[in-house]
């Protein structure tokens, strides 16, 4: 194992890591055990000089070399209870996390930002098309990974580009023609996204409001009252996960602390001390239910962290 030849490296260039810390405190849904490494650059040269590291001394454990794992605001993830074998990077910093004017109503957003502060940022500067994204608890780099949004607009519609980093630690800006977005996926899982640049509209009247129009529309239909991750489910082409869940009798289904929510059947709520595996066994009985009445495989829009 490399893995203390490792940790000192790490020490000697001063990158701060951490170990065998727990991540409940890191997800929305506040479910999941602990990571074995866990980074928080200060900065891209802190951020390259670690995934250089990681490449030349890849730390490995039983099932080989270990994973690393790009963490936002831990809002779309189910951690498993036992922890993770992985190098989890958490891009945490003021640095990432900064938002700045470009020309042209345009905004430089960091990948750490969460999606609550692009939002104060724009309404200040009177910059309109992020709206529909209220209440939405992710960071930019989690929006555009998971290409997060609600039925008709997504966040791909106001990209112009993302600056991403390659696991060898080579940066490069990509055009959003470059990209491919679909629902709720990208093909950008093979880079740590850094920041980038929203084209937005200029709109000195309505931003207020359609931000409390989002937001009230969000809290009339979702269910808040517990942590969750959202909603579990992609929806099927023309369906909707939720209406089939509900179909299937499935609201309000329990196991121990984790439920099947009464108001939205495609959220899973954590109602205390839920675990991953009651949320895994909520999730299997889903599957088989609506498999059955209706035909249909739900794939999970969550990750799963194991
Ligand atoms: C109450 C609630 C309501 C929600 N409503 C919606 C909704 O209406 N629409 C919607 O689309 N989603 C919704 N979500 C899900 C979630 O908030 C979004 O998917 C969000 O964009 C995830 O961002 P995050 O920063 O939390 O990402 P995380 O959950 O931390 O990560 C999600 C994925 O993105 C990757 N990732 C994160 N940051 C980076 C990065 N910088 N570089 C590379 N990979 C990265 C992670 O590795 C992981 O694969 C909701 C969640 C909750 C809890």
Same mark, same amino acid.
């Given at each position: 194992?490399?893995?203390?030849?490792?940790?000192?490296?790490?020490?000697?260039? +001063?990158? +701060?890591?951490?170990?065998?810390?727990?991540?409940?405190?890191?997800?929305?849904?506040? #479910? !999941?055990?602990?990571?074995?490494?866990?980074?928080?650059?200060?900065?891209?040269?802190?951020?390259?000089?670690?995934?250089?590291?990681?490449?030349?001394?890849?730390?490995? $454990?039983?099932?080989?070399?270990?994973?690393?794992?790009?963490?936002?605001?831990?809002?779309?993830?189910?951690?498993?209870?036992?922890?993770?074998?992985?190098?989890?990077?958490?891009?945490?910093? $003021? @640095?990432?996390?900064?938002?700045?004017?470009?020309?042209?109503?345009?905004?430089?957003?960091?990948?750490?930002?969460?999606?609550?502060?692009?939002?104060?940022?724009?309404?200040?500067?009177?910059?309109?098309?992020?709206?529909?994204?209220?209440?939405?608890? &992710?960071?930019? &780099? !989690?929006?555009?990974?998971?290409?997060?949004?609600?039925?008709?607009?997504? #966040? $791909?519609?106001?990209?112009?580009?993302?600056?991403?980093?390659?696991?060898?630690?080579?940066?490069?800006?990509?055009?959003?023609?470059? #990209?491919?977005?679909? @629902?709720?996926?990208?093909?950008?899982?093979?880079?740590?996204?850094?920041?980038?640049?929203?084209?937005?509209?200029?709109?000195?009247?309505?931003?207020?409001? *359609?931000?409390?129009?989002?937001?009230? *529309?969000? @809290?009339?239909?979702?269910?808040?009252?517990?942590?969750?991750? &959202?909603?579990?489910?992609?929806?099927?082409? !023309?369906?909707?996960?939720?209406?089939?869940?509900?179909?299937? &009798?499935? +609201? !309000?289904?329990?196991?121990?602390?984790?439920?099947?929510?009464?108001?939205?059947?495609?959220? #899973?709520?954590?109602?205390?001390? $839920?675990?991953?595996?009651?949320?895994?066994?909520?999730?299997?009985?889903?599957?088989?239910?609506?498999?059955?009445?209706?035909?249909?495989?739900?794939?999970?829009?969550? *990750?799963?962290?194991?």
């Amino acid at each position: 194992m490399l893995v203390g030849l490792v940790t000192n490296w790490w020490k000697d260039l +001063k990158i +701060k890591i951490r170990f065998d810390v727990p991540l409940d405190k890191y997800t929305t849904f506040k #479910i !999941g055990g602990p990571a074995k490494y866990f980074l928080e650059p200060k900065n891209t040269e802190e951020l390259i000089r670690a995934v250089k590291l990681l490449k030349r001394y890849p730390p490995r $454990a039983k099932g080989g070399k270990l994973p690393i794992l790009i963490l936002g605001s831990g809002s779309n993830i189910l951690v498993m209870d036992k922890g993770i074998e992985a190098v989890v990077i958490h891009l945490n910093s $003021a @640095y990432f996390k900064k938002i700045s004017l470009k020309k042209g109503q345009r905004l430089q957003v960091g990948s750490g930002a969460r999606l609550s502060r692009i939002l104060s940022f724009s309404r200040r500067h009177n910059l309109s098309g992020l709206e529909f994204l209220a209440g939405i608890p &992710g960071t930019l &780099g !989690g929006a555009i990974m998971m290409n997060a949004g609600i039925p008709d607009k997504t #966040i $791909a519609d106001r990209i112009e580009n993302v600056t991403v980093m390659d696991y060898n630690g080579r940066i490069k800006t990509l055009a959003k023609k470059e #990209i491919k977005f679909t @629902y709720r996926s990208s093909n950008l899982s093979k880079y740590i996204i850094l920041s980038a640049t929203l084209k937005l509209s200029k709109d000195k009247n309505s931003v207020k409001e *359609k931000i409390k129009y989002y937001l009230k *529309k969000r @809290y009339l239909t979702q269910d808040l009252m517990y942590p969750s991750a &959202g909603c579990i489910f992609k929806n099927p082409p !023309g369906e909707s996960a939720g209406r089939l869940i509900d179909l299937c &009798g499935l +609201k !309000g289904k329990r196991i121990h602390d984790a439920c099947i929510s009464k108001r939205h059947a495609n959220f #899973i709520l954590n109602l205390g001390k $839920a675990r991953a595996k009651d949320v895994l066994r909520l999730i299997r009985l889903v599957k088989k239910k609506v498999k059955k009445k209706f035909h249909i495989n739900l794939e999970p829009e969550i *990750k799963i962290w194991k």
